[in-house]
């Protein structure tokens, strides 16, 4: 096995036994199983209701796995001491983050196979039908989370557990509502103004490329050209983030 499979296997390991992980599978779960209540209190078909509500959980709490995990995977080998040997081995640093990123990314793919799963079994029982949308949805989610876990890593090489956490909680929440410039955008005149909303909307994250929900719940369609491009959006971002993580990481001296 490779060195990058070894620090990949034992982050999975760690991972697994993370009560933060269990912690938040139960909320995820909780609230699946709460929405059915929602969709009773409120007017509409409920089914779709308990759609909307199980995928929004899927992707926060998702999220929220991605972050809080990833926060803290580098910190962890520098506060025990782990790095110092760790480094002194035959092990560049460039494995060692891939290893930690691929570990944790294979972490949050079992952990959100186990929610999606539990989901749809939920509404199986409730009278709805195998979706295949709704794994789809669950697909471009996960993209989302391996981006975000990129995210996360970066922040981690240069700031403590709580910073790197709230910049990166941060990313997620302007990555959701960075589109709505594209309406400010329309209703400014041409000018510098909104020129340079342009050059904002471009450089800050447009997370919403991973949203499915809204296709998931009415059965619209959903263009191949449109998935491959979002595909590849969140695959090049997050290996663009990757590299400043790296660029980053080497520069940093635990002597």
Known sequence: MSRIGVIALNTFREAVRDRILYLLLFFAGATILLSRLLSLLTVGDRL?????????????????????????LVHKEIDKKTIYTLLSKPLRRIEFLLGKFLGLVVTLLVMLSLMTLFFQAYLLLLGGGINGRVFLAALYIFLEMVLLT???????TFSTPILASLFSLSFFLIGHFSRGLLTLIRKIPAGFSRTGLRVLYLLLPDLENFNLKTEAVHGLSIPA???????????????????????????????
């Open 48 to 72: 779709k209701i308990i759609m909307d509500v199980g995928l929004a959980a899927l992707s926060f709490f998702g999220a929220l796995m991605a972050i809080l995990i990833g926060t803290s």
């Open 150 to 156: 990129a995210v996360a890593i970066l922040f981690s």
């Open 225 to 255: 050209k449109w998935l491959l491009t979002s595909a590849a959006y969140g695959l090049f971002y997050a290996l663009l983030i990757l590299t400043l993580a790296v660029i980053i990481f080497r520069r940093r001296d635990f002597t």
